[in-house]
């Protein structure tokens, strides 16, 4: 499973990023991470990146996509990865398709975690309290000055990212508001409707999944099915279909009934016109 999540500073992606690793036993692919490291071992491209990490700008393109791809190459990637802060412009995310199609992989998914930004400052606030409370050293770009230019970087590089990947129908995007066990459940039913993850029945009634692929090859990680999914309306309802072909009848009612309360949610929520769509289609059969 490869996936992406997208979202501005505080949306997140690193707490869910961890999350989904331990569920799926897939690898946490952070540029942030890295280069943070790189920048306490004083390498080439930490010295190269430090000054434009501590004002709250962009590292170069080719630093980071060189860093990805080198990184996707190593063995415990195999099995998947969850790519946390990368891409982050238009030309990070060309590089991406270009070497992941070099190395014959493919994307699941990309999932934008959506935040009001009202709420972004008190979450980083947050966090540096909690690390400070570790003992952990804070970063330096976490201060409100910093993370107002970080924002607005997301805003002018990031963003258009999000009609990238949906031009691409590869992006899916979650209530990042909500409590972090129930964004959690949110990316995992979307990456079931989606076939990202396949579903497992067992014996005393529980069902269980695993990641594509890496459950044939014996991966440990299994996770729990999500009742409700929550994903726009008319692109789960579609992955959900897909999912569902070729799959075990008890599946395929899962999947189904998923969809069927997926589309009455957005149906009341009412905002998106995919949603509406599916519902009065559904409505017409
Ligand atoms: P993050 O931990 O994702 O918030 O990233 C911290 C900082 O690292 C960012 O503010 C950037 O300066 C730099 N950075 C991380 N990922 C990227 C990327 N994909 N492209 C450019 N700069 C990045």
Redesign the pocket.
Known sequence: MRIILLGP?GSGKGTQAQLLVQRYGIVQL????M?RAAVAAGTPVGLK?KE??AG????P?DV?VGIISDRIDQPDAKAGFIL??????VP?AEALDELLKHKHMKLDAVIELRVNESALLSRVETRVAQMRERGEEVRV?DTPEVLTK?LASYRSLTEPLIHYYSERRKLSTIDGMMAIDEVTRAIHRLLLALGAVEPKTHAKGTTKSTVKGAAKKGAKKAAKVAKKPAKTAKKAAKASKKAAKGAPKTTKKALKKAVKKMVKKAAKKGPKKSAKKVTKKRAKR
């Open positions: 500073p952070s540029t942030g991470e280069l990146a434009i990490m709250g700008g962009l590292v393109d980071v946390d802060g990368f891409p982050r412009t990070q770009d970080r």
